[in-house]
Structures are given as structure tokens and as C-alpha cells.
């Protein structure tokens, strides 16, 4: 079974739209990380931000928020006022505890292509 | 400034002929980590290190070796590079190897191996 499900491939939003990646994840342990990074075209992977299994509250970084929804095992980015700059491709990934431990290496998803439209 | 970084950024090579992908960080961190990136397979880990001297396989360790002999740098050697090394590499770190951790990314090195 997938780890990290992220179910849209592409997406296009207009230019100021708020805008919401999906990610779902699957994992046994209790103690765990979950990350975004953006790769824009030119490769480099960039951290955006993150969420620990026990935060109480939704992470958010400037205009980046994340939508954590525990019981659904979901983790979904959202974005505020696209700009032209986010058209990236974005991935969601998990570090867990316990059943790697020694080892918490990220696991990533496939990723999703936005494209900002002026 | 705080990075991690990986040199060449760019390498055509030829089959069996052996590189080096040198990363180096300045941030102090036990955990370092190599993953390649394919179309269609994402993200995978090569190897990883917890601290120095200590090393061990990832998921698609064959082909390659590492070495962490100073805290600060992880190599990542292709002994006799073939076609399907051709990838683009990062190297990683992280404070620790906990999952609460966030992991640094390098810029990335494309190769090319022919």
C-alpha cells in the first residue's frame, strides 16, 4: 500500500486563488512528521512546512497552511493568494517513528504539478 | 548562510567509469541522507548515515557507496556507473534522523550516464 497518496496529478488555478493540495497518508505509527516541498523547474527541493502527528493546531508558514485532518489521515496544503512563482511541482512526504527507527528516512508521493494562470 | 551542497550539479559520464558526488553541510547535523529522483518513481533513499562512521542501506543502495568520515560530508560514489544510475541526485540532512526532523535538501545533481 501506498504511504503518501496524492491524487492530483495536475492542477490549474487563476493567478490570486487560494488553492488546495491533496494528501493522504498511511502509517501505524504514532509518532510521525509530515512535510511539503516544492521543486520548481529548476530541481531544487524546497522545504515549505510542517506538521507533527501530536500538534494541536494547523501548521502555517506565511501564505502556506496545512490542513491536517488526523482521523482522516489526511494532510492537505493549502495556498493562499497563488502567485505566478508557485507553479511548482509539490510533494508531500512522511517521516515516521518508531517502525523505522534508525532510520526515519522521508517518504515521498508522486507529487502534483500546479500551474499558476495569469 | 545554512545549506547543504552538492558538486558537480551537472555530469555526463560513460559506463564503468568511476564518480564521486561530493555533499557537504554547515549545520551541524547527525543525519545525512542520499535519494535519487526517477519519472514515474519519485523520491527513493540510496543510503543514509546517523552520525559519522555510521552508514546503512536504503532502498536502492546497488550500485553505490558512501562514506562519512567528517560530520559535515557524505559522499556518494558510483563504482562503475551504468545507464540506469542516470537519475538526479540530492543529498539530504537533518539534525537528527527523528521524525519530527525536517530534512534539508542539496540543489541537486543531474547525471547522465551514457
Known amino acids: 500500500a501506498q504511504k503518501i497518496t496524492q491524487t492530483q496529478p495536475g492542477m490549474f488555478v487563476q493567478e490570486k486563488e487560494a488553492v488546495t493540495l491533496d494528501c493522504t497518508y498511511d502509517?501505524?505509527?504514532?509518532?510521525?512528521?509530515l512535510f511539503w516541498y516544492k521543486q520548481p523547474s529548476s530541481g531544487e527541493m524546497i522545504f515549505l512546512i510542517y506538521?507533527?502527528?501530536?500538534?494541536?493546531q494547523n501548521a502555517t508558514e506565511g501564505r502556506y497552511s496545512l490542513n491536517f485532518q488526523k482521523a482522516r489521515k489526511s494532510a492537505n496544503l493549502v495556498i493562499s493568494a497563488s502567485q505566478l512563482g508557485d507553479s511548482a511541482m509539490y510533494f508531500c512526504?512522511?517521516?515516521?517513528?518508531?517502525?523505522?527507527?534508525?532510520?526515519?528516512?522521508?517518504?515521498f508521493g508522486t507529487g502534483t504539478r500546479l500551474t499558476i494562470i495569469p | 548562510e545554512a545549506q547543504v551542497t552538492q558538486n558537480p550539479r551537472y555530469l555526463i559520464t560513460v559506463t564503468g567509469k568511476k564518480l564521486t558526488v561530493t555533499c557537504s553541510q554547515n549545520?551541524?547535523?547527525?543525519?545525512m541522507s542520499w535519494y535519487r529522483q526517477d519519472p514515474g518513481l519519485g523520491l527513493r533513499q540510496i543510503y543514509y548515515?546517523?552520525?559519522?562512521?555510521?552508514?546503512d542501506k536504503g532502498d536502492v543502495p546497488e550500485g553505490y557507496k558512501v562514506s562519512r568520515k567528517e560530520k559535515r560530508n557524505f559522499p556518494l560514489i558510483l563504482e562503475s556507473p551504468s545507464p540506469n544510475q542516470t537519475s538526479l541526485y540530492f543529498c539530504?540532512?537533518?539534525?537528527?534522523?527523528?521524525?519530527?526532523?525536517?530534512?534539508?535538501f542539496g540543489p541537486g545533481t543531474r547525471l547522465l550516464v551514457l
Open positions: 539530504a540532512s537533518s539534525p537528527s534522523a527523528g521524525p519530527r526532523e525536517t530534512q534539508y
Open positions: 502509517t501505524s505509527d504514532p509518532s510521525y512528521g
Open positions: 506538521q507533527g502527528s501530536y500538534d494541536q
Open positions: 512526504a512522511m517521516r515516521e517513528g518508531a517502525s523505522n527507527f534508525g532510520n526515519e528516512k522521508l517518504t
Open positions: 549545520m551541524n547535523h547527525e543525519y
Open positions: 548515515s546517523m552520525n559519522v562512521e555510521v552508514t
